[in-house]
Each structure stands twice: as C-alpha cells, then as structure tokens.
C-alpha cells in the first residue's frame, strides 16, 4: 500500500514561515503527481499547490507569492514551503498523491482526482 505521512504542522504567529513535509512510500515517486490540501471543518477541501511529474508547479491565489512547492525525488518527500502566514491559512493540511502524466498546465487537479492521502498536520496562524 502506498503511504502519505505528512509533517511539520504546528502553531506559528501570522508573518512567520513553516516547511511541510509528506514522506512517501510504496510509490514510484518520481512518476507521481503530488498536491497539498487544506481544509477547515465545515468548509470544502481546497486545493493548495500541486506539482506534476515533470515539476510544474501550480498554487491557489490565495497562496501565490507566500507558499513555494519543491520535491526531492531521491528522498521521496514532497515539501511545502509556507511564507507570509496569515490567520486565514489555519487548517488541516494534507498531501496527496497520484500516478498521472498529467501537466499542470491552468489549475491544479481537483481534490477528487488524487488517489492516495495521508492523514493530515494541522497548521495554525495566530494573530
């Protein structure tokens, strides 16, 4: 079974940085499209960055210009580099996968696309 972990979710104040991590295996990874998620309780999954397998990358508006997206192959973990922080950005953050030569070209896959999910860490901004 393919396995999503993610890390490096906490509480930070609004301006300050976190670097997530989502440390694959069971997946060729190198050949996998990988997004980040976040979602608040009662409100939809959104779509926070992605990246496909030749290292497009896209973001949310929302997040362009604070939040960079990064992969490293050899180590199977995807990152996410969050900048700027805002209270807004609080949620539970989640990192998924799946095994498509899709480009991210326009947007990101929607949140059904992905097959493969892991648990979620919780980012929270304080003001």
């Known amino acids: 079974q393919a396995q999503l972990v993610e890390s490096g979710g906490g509480t930070v104040q609004a301006g300050g940085s976190l670097r997530l991590s989502c440390a694959a295996s069971?997946?060729?990874?190198?050949?996998?499209?990988m997004g980040w998620f976040r979602q608040v309780p009662g409100q939809e999954r959104e779509t926070v960055a992605c990246?496909?397998?030749?290292?497009?990358?896209g973001f949310a508006d929302s997040v362009k210009g604070r939040f960079t997206l990064s992969k490293d192959n050899s180590k199977n973990t995807l990152y996410l580099e969050m900048n700027s922080l805002k209270p807004e950005d609080t949620a539970m953050y989640y990192c998924?996968?799946?095994?498509?030569?899709?480009?991210?070209?326009?947007?990101?896959?929607?949140?059904?696309?992905?097959?493969?999910w892991g648990q979620g860490t919780q980012v929270t901004v304080s003001s």
């Open positions: 998924a996968g799946t095994g498509t030569n899709l480009m991210m070209v326009i947007a990101c896959l929607r949140p059904t696309r992905f097959d493969y």
């Open positions: 069971g997946v060729t990874f190198g050949s996998f499209y």
């Open positions: 990246i496909d397998r030749y290292g497009s990358t």
